[in-house]
């Protein structure tokens, strides 16, 4: 079987189905694709049902280079599949598509289509038309797609169909909002198929007022300077919604008698306390001075930003919670309220939030109706950053499971592991927001227990669970209590083998090498932490100011940057100047659109293109780095006078701290991301300028191979083993090692156990890799990383070495 071509994941209830649809799909193919199959559970997949773990493990084994489409059957197997995606490590869920084409005929379809050597996003298309044949045959084909097309009035338009089964929910829908803010173009959006809208893309709100199901056509309209890049960039988001998203909560409909959903696993037994919110008593107090007013309002709202961030980091939820704190419905009416009848903000924003709220909880689509909880969520945090409501009343007393009633998201987020034992939840699914947040403190946590615990007279005193199969225990008997104390035992007991690594892996006759970690927020600091990271190696700054409207101050970044070294204390932590520019677009930064993202104005060309911007951020960093160990680095640099021209403006900013009386850290390393060829062929010529390097094989690779990062249809090429790019991480060690300056490598491919026994191979012994990944790596090199690499064997220092 070959790792060559796209793999499949078939996920089905029943194991018999499974394995018949791979055979129908082999008489086809042969061997030529790898088909895996996860279906049913039990000892030897017995039973009728799905298993999250087992897609890990399945995607592990049949996504190579290609990446995997995944076919389900129904049901929970969806769920299960994007729990999957949300365990696997991040670099397979980026090459996987869940694929909602039909099981059977998707299978085969897919199957031919990878055979024949497809991409992964042809292959994950052709698993969606599996049925087309079948249409045709029967005279229900769909119509062709319609293309771009330009109106009288010099409009642009294009229809595009809604794939995701789950419809335009709140995710796909914040992604649009931000993307069209992108675009310098007055964008509309229609439901051709139900005929709601146009709605402007400025509100999720107003566009779950499109009622746009799966099946539906949206058009997509604008005019405007970049009209027709708008158009089709978010038509393609449309399309794409779905092949990676989470699904809706399912909330209770998995809950049996005795059995919930398995949110987080871990067991848990001790004394119940059920979560108590406190009722928020709003005071209808007018103004006198409505401006104040709204700056309070506006104070409020970016500290809740902060907040969000802090605890979502960069992914998906933190866009979509931004995306609800600031939508144009809730500050609209917020605005109008203090400004024309001098109402207080936060009874402003309490009632812009219930038009917003009314407006989603009539939504057709559940999902949609479903994030009310979310506004309500975003509108306690706001009202609580306005002195209007108290803090969340967490349960005090000894260590207890908490029985709560649809956890929140902030909730979750401000848990504590020790005082909270695990969590039971009577509604909620495995892929709401808390349910990710439970996952990622170690909480063990049990879901959609209605059935179960809704109709007792008072609740119980005890409880026990299982958050890797769902059971609850009722005040469970002795006998029981001791078995789940002692199963607690010993994973606490397998924990800690994990909190005794301190990021150092001696490798058997061969050198001692360093898992640092790379953080993009607070929670990944402390995840790098519980991890046994030995420091984080690359905190990539931009990620904190994605979503902004302003550029953010020197307090504010101190702050935020102490939070992530308060989260990992006594670590050594490496700061990464902001690296916008490429796919991370800062709006607040104003950069006009450029041909060539990628080529063109990106870190640190942009930081000294705006040195006040840099010298603020590199202040804020000396501020908040006094007494620790902090590094900074800066990203893209190709020539030695970026560096020269960095070193200026931080001597700059360090004096400035002095001037002002501002404690601060000096003297600090200074090391630069090697991600341009120029600088790893130049390596020996830049050591004199650095203290560190880190390879950033990410970019390093795409410039390599002038393969576009993340590109579709250059999955092949987005490959750091490539020996082009080997033999330029070869360079760079033989110059470090040469000088003295310590040399890591922080793109994706450290977190490759594969990868990074090679890049050990090479001479690499400090490796920087997501927090989720550093056990894996760490197994992988001490069975791995004495073999011989597979590097180049033609030129470079890496022929070299050996
Ligand atoms: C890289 O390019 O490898 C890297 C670590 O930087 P980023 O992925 O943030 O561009
Ligand atoms: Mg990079």
Redesign the pocket.
């Known amino acids: 079987m070959s790792k060559t071509t796209v793999g499949l994941v078939l996920v089905s209830h029943s194991r018999a189905l499974a394995e018949a649809t791979r055979k129908l799909a082999t008489q086809m193919t042969g061997d030529a694709v790898i088909i895996e199959c996860a279906a049913g559970v039990g000892e030897a997949g017995e039973e009728l049902g799905t298993d999250a773990m087992a897609i890990v493990a399945a995607l592990e084994r049949a996504a190579g280079a290609q990446g995997a489409v995944v076919l389900m059957d129904l049901g929970s197997a969806l769920l299960s599949a994007e729990t999957a995606l949300e365990l696997v490590d991040a670099s397979i869920a980026a090459k996987t598509r869940l694929s909602s084409g039909p099981f059977v005929e998707g299978a085969v379809a897919a199957a031919v289509r990878a055979a024949g050597g497809g991409s992964l996003d042809e292959v994950a298309a052709e698993a969606r038309r599996g049925l087309v044949a079948k249409e045709e045959q029967l005279g229900e084909a769909a119509p062709a797609p319609v293309p771009v097309e330009k109106t009288a009035e010099n409009e642009t338009w294009e229809d595009a169909e809604i794939v995701d089964p789950h419809g335009l929910h709140a995710r796909p829908a914040a992604r649009i909002v931000s993307r069209a803010s992108q675009f310098d173009a007055k964008i509309t959006v229609e439901n051709r198929t139900n005929g709601k809208g146009p709605r402007t893309t400025d509100s999720v709100i107003a566009l779950a007022g499109l009622g746009a199901r799966c099946g539906h056509v949206l058009r997509i309209a604008a005019t405007g300077r970049e009209a027709e890049a708008a158009v089709r960039a978010l038509a393609a988001l449309v399309r794409e919604a779905g092949t990676k998203d989470a699904p809706p909560p399912q909330a209770t409909a998995e809950a049996t008698k005795g059995r919930g959903i398995p949110i987080a696993a871990g067991v848990a037994v001790g004394p119940c306390v059920r979560l108590q919110r406190a009722t928020l008593r709003l005071s209808d107090h007018s103004v006198d001075d409505p401006a104040a007013e709204l700056e309070k309002l506006t104070a409020a709202l970016d500290r809740v930003e902060r907040e969000i961030r802090s605890a979502f980091g960069r992914d998906d939820m933190a866009t979509m919670h931004g995306a609800l704190l600031r939508d144009p419905v809730i500050l609209r009416t917020a605005r109008e309220l203090v400004t024309e009848s001098r109402h207080n903000a936060a009874i402003a924003y309490h009632s812009g939030v219930n038009r917003a709220a009314e407006a989603l909880a009539s939504a057709d689509d559940p999902y949609m109706r479903a994030r009310v909880a979310d506004l309500r969520d975003i509108e306690l945090a706001v009202l609580r950053a306005l002195g209007a409501a108290p803090a969340v009343a967490l349960p005090e007393g000894p260590p207890a499971i908490l029985l709560a009633d649809e956890l929140l998201p902030s909730e979750a987020a401000r848990l504590d592991p020790a005082r909270v034992l695990g969590v039971v939840d009577l509604r909620g699914g495995p892929t709401s927001h808390a349910a990710i947040l439970l996952r990622g403190a170690g909480i063990p946590a049990v879901f959609g227990a209605a059935a179960l615990l809704q109709d007792l007279p008072e609740s119980p005193a005890r409880l026990g669970l299982d958050g890797g199969t769902g059971e609850v225990w009722i005040d469970p008997a002795p006998a029981i209590t001791a078995a789940l104390e002692r199963r607690r035992a010993e994973e606490r007991a397998a924990r800690l083998s994990a909190a005794t690594f301190h990021g150092k892996v001696t490798i058997p006759s061969g050198p001692t090498v360093e898992l640092w970690a790379?953080a993009a927020s607070p929670l990944e600091a402390r995840a790098a932490k519980e991890a046994g990271a030995f420091g984080i190696g690359?905190l990539?700054t931009e990620m904190f100011f994605l979503d902004r409207s302003d550029a953010p101050g020197e307090d504010e970044q101190a702050d935020l940057y102490a939070e992530v070294l308060a989260a990992f204390p006594g670590a050594p932590i490496v700061i990464?100047t902001l690296?916008a520019g490429?796919d991370?677009r800062l709006p607040w930064l104003h950069v006009p659109p450029e041909e060539n993202p990628y080529l063109g104005l990106r870190g640190i060309r942009l930081s000294l293109d705006r040195p006040d911007l840099l010298e603020t951020q590199l202040r804020a960093i000396l501020r908040a780095g006094r007494g620790r160990d902090v590094r900074i680095m800066i990203?893209m640099v190709s020539t030695a006078s970026e560096i020269e021209a960095t070193k200026a403006i931080l001597a700059r900013a360090a004096n400035a701290l002095d001037a002002a009386g501002k404690p601060h850290l000096w003297p600090v390393p200074l090391g630069i991301?090697v991600?341009v060829p120029a600088a790893a062929l130049l390596a020996e010529r830049l050591t004199p300028h650095v203290d560190f390097f880190s390879?950033?094989?990410?970019?390093?690779t795409q410039y390599t191979l002038a393969a576009e990062r993340g590109h579709p249809r250059l999955a092949a090429l987005a490959d750091a083993g490539h020996p082009a790019v080997l033999d330029l991480v070869g360079r760079v060690v033989k110059a470090g090692q040469a000088a003295g300056r310590a040399v890591s490598v922080?793109?994706?491919a450290a977190a490759d156990p594969k990868l990074a026994a090679t890049f050990v191979g090479l001479g690499i012994t400090r490796l920087s890799m997501g927090p989720a990944a550093i056990a894996r790596v760490r197994a992988a090199l001490a069975e791995e990383a004495t073999r011989p690499p597979e590097t180049p064997k033609e030129t470079g220092p890496a022929a070299a070495r050996r």
């Open positions: 790379n690359l990539r990464r690296d490429g991370k990203p991301m991600e390879i950033g094989t990410n970019d390093l922080c793109g994706e």
